[in-house]
């Protein structure tokens, strides 16, 4: 059974900092590419970041320069480091293997992150 546990998330000033974690079993993880997903209130769910199985990285526009995302093939997690963060980051985070964002966002279990201004 495929689990993610999702971690890391609260709430913060603009320009503050978050971590994320998302623990993952249950799949081939040194198979799969694994990526970060948000949903705003009122928006689509997007896609904000991909580590693919050989290590590339894979960003949104919106948070290039900001968001680092890492893995660590050993413990089957994957990370999101989130810096200057800013009031449009704010929504729902996902993790998950790469697919579609509007299923990954209806069925995921999240983690809130709130960013003030």
């Known amino acids: 059974e495929v689990e993610l546990v999702v971690s890391g998330g609260g709430a913060v000033q603009a320009g503050g900092s978050l971590r994320l974690s998302c623990a993952a079993s249950?799949?081939?993880?040194?198979?799969?590419?694994m990526g970060w997903y948000r949903q705003a209130p009122g928006k689509e769910c997007e896609e904000v970041s991909v580590i693919t199985n050989s290590g590339n990285k894979i960003y949104a526009n919106s948070v290039k320069g900001r968001f680092t995302i890492s893995k660590d093939s050993a413990k089957t997690t994957i990370f999101l480091q989130m810096n200057n963060l800013r009031p449009e980051d704010t929504g729902m985070y996902y993790c998950a293997m790469r697919g579609d964002p509007y299923l990954i966002c209806s069925w995921g279990e999240g983690t809130q992150v709130t960013v003030s201004s």
């Open positions: 249950g799949f081939t993880f040194s198979e799969s590419d």
